[in-house]
């Protein structure tokens, strides 16, 4: 298997031998965080672009802090400080960017598909670090990554992703990622936060938290973005941790060995109980020292990919 | 790929190993701080294989690292597709020891080089020697090795094939032309 695309825009349209090249690879590189000198010359003399248009610290320092260990030179551009904020559009930042001869555009954007459409306007490497409710790819691989350090394996897993699946570009990507690895996917939500056309992708709906625990080898708990639609209709949170909340008590009819992921950050006493994020099962803070690791596998590998076809990537 | 001739079979290996194994054991005054690092692939069931020899001599192994030198690699823009990164393993700590790098085949130097870069992230070793099973010439950097199994003298057009049973079924060395 041989990585060719010079892009990682998102799950959906990755096949699976690509999705595991991703994933050895980032095993190769989870050793080099254990060294003293924690660094690799892989991309020395390269330059990794973070354009965030949206508020992030964990994703973009996950970022910076993998390309800083594959040695490569990173600049961060937050649109809140940037020409954006003078009308700039997403195309003119990104051929800017490219005329100052960067390598890898690292792009989180509130708008679905932003990081399609700037992969076709720049010849540089683009990395979607989340499109609105679109993709965020590689939350995905550090969570299914962790997932098969955790469990050895994804092919046969019942995963269940609980939290609001509408707004949710983590559940999109995971759905694509673990169903192409042969998992099973079950997502579970009040009704109001299920998106349509869930089901295609591969996933089971259910509104029943017990029914989604119930034999789950793993769980994913988004986050409630109460900040992010105004409009839509949400859940009140205390009613939501009624109904939906993952508790200790609830875990007590899953399996023992259930994994309990969150990508974070993380509502304590919204989505789950505190004890439960600090407890045994939680593999919060592992999935954090993955995203390293993937991200490094992600940017190595794009790098080294030329291939600049996007077909289906509409 | 036409293959044009066997240089080494099993026993001259071997044999080849096991007189290598002697040198290292008679150049560092037995096993004292040495330290052996394998380069992947094949290097490293060499190293494993070296290890095994001295156990036979001096009753003691020696530590066994695993390097992978991609990510240390010169040509890693210039190569079309990308090489898969494999992991590097070295569970014990390489300062102040001596290490035996061994890799299959000795050609420009550069996985050498690469290996060194590597190797001085890892710690400040006492020493590093270089131990291969063929040396075919052809060098693009000063480097020379301490122990050699074979010196093979080889056209640019041809290629030095180590395969080892561990990986490839079967112990020969060969010399094959595009």
Redesign the interface.
């Known amino acids: ?4 695309k010079k892009d990682l825009l998102g799950l959906e349209y990755l096949t699976k031998e690509e999705i595991e ?1 991703i994933l ?2 980032a ?3 989870k ?2 965080s254990t ?3 924690k ?4 991309l020395r003399g390269k330059t990794v672009v973070n354009l965030f248009y949206e508020p992030s610290t964990r994703t973009r320092v996950s970022f910076e802090v993998a390309a800083k260990r ?1 040695s490569a030179d990173v600049i961060n551009i937050a649109s809140e400080t940037s020409s954006v904020r003078k009308g700039e559009t997403l195309i003119d930042t990104g051929t800017n960017i490219e005329a100052l001869k960067a390598d890898i555009i690292v792009v989180r954007h509130n708008a679905s598909g932003a990081a399609n459409m700037l992969a076709r306007h720049v010849s540089i490497s683009v990395v979607n670090a989340g499109d609105g409710w679109h993709e965020h790819p590689t939350q995905a691989l550090l969570d299914i990554f962790t997932l098969k350090e955790k469990l050895g394996r994804i092919e046969g897993l019942k995963v269940s992703i609980i939290g609001d699946i509408a707004h949710s570009r983590v559940a999109r990507s995971n759905i694509w990622g673990l169903t192409k690895l042969g998992a099973q996917v079950k997502v579970c939500a009040p009704k109001i936060l299920i998106p349509p056309g869930i089901e295609q992708m591969g996933a089971v709906v259910t509104d029943d938290i017990e029914e989604a625990l119930e034999d789950a080898d793993a769980i994913n708990i988004l986050r409630m973005q109460f900040e992010r639609d105004a409009e839509t209709a949400f859940p009140e949170q205390l009613e939501y941790f009624k109904n939906f909340g993952i508790t200790q008590e609830r875990l007590k009819k899953a399996k023992k060995d259930i994994v309990v992921m969150h990508p974070g950050p993380i509502n304590r006493g919204i989505e789950m109980e505190s004890s439960v994020a600090d407890g045994l099962n939680s593999v919060i803070l592992e999935q954090v020292t993955n995203g390293i690791a993937v991200r490094m ?1 992600v940017l ?2 794009v790098s ?3 291939d600049k076809k996007y077909e289906n990537t509409d | 790929m036409r293959e044009k001739a066997k240089l080494l079979d099993k026993e001259s290996i071997h044999r080849s190993l096991m007189r290598i194994a002697h040198e290292i054991l008679e150049k560092n005054k037995g096993t004292q701080d040495l330290c052996l690092i394998g380069v992947r692939s094949r290097g490293a069931y060499l190293a494993v294989r070296l290890s095994a020899c001295i156990q036979q001599i001096e009753n003691t192994g020696l530590p066994v690292g695993i390097l992978d030198i991609t990510l240390y690699r010169d040509d890693l823009t210039l190569i079309a597709a990308s090489p898969v990164v494999h992991k590097t393993e070295i569970s014990f700590d390489i300062n102040d020891k001596n290490l035996v790098l061994v890799d299959d085949v000795l050609y420009t130097g550069r996985t050498v080089r690469a290996a060194l870069d590597a190797l001085s992230d890892f710690g400040r070793p006492k020493s590093i020697q270089l131990a291969v099973l063929v040396d075919r010439g052809h060098r693009e950097l000063p480097v020379r090795a301490d122990y050699v199994g074979k010196n093979i003298p080889t056209a640019k057009n041809e290629t030095v094939e180590v395969r080892l049973e561990e990986v490839d079924g079967v112990d020969e060395v060969v010399i094959t032309e595009k």
């Open positions: 298997m041989i990585w060719t090249l050895t690879t095993e190769s590189f050793e080099v060294r003293d000198i660094k690799v010359p892989a594959l596998a190595f590998l080294q990919g030329h």
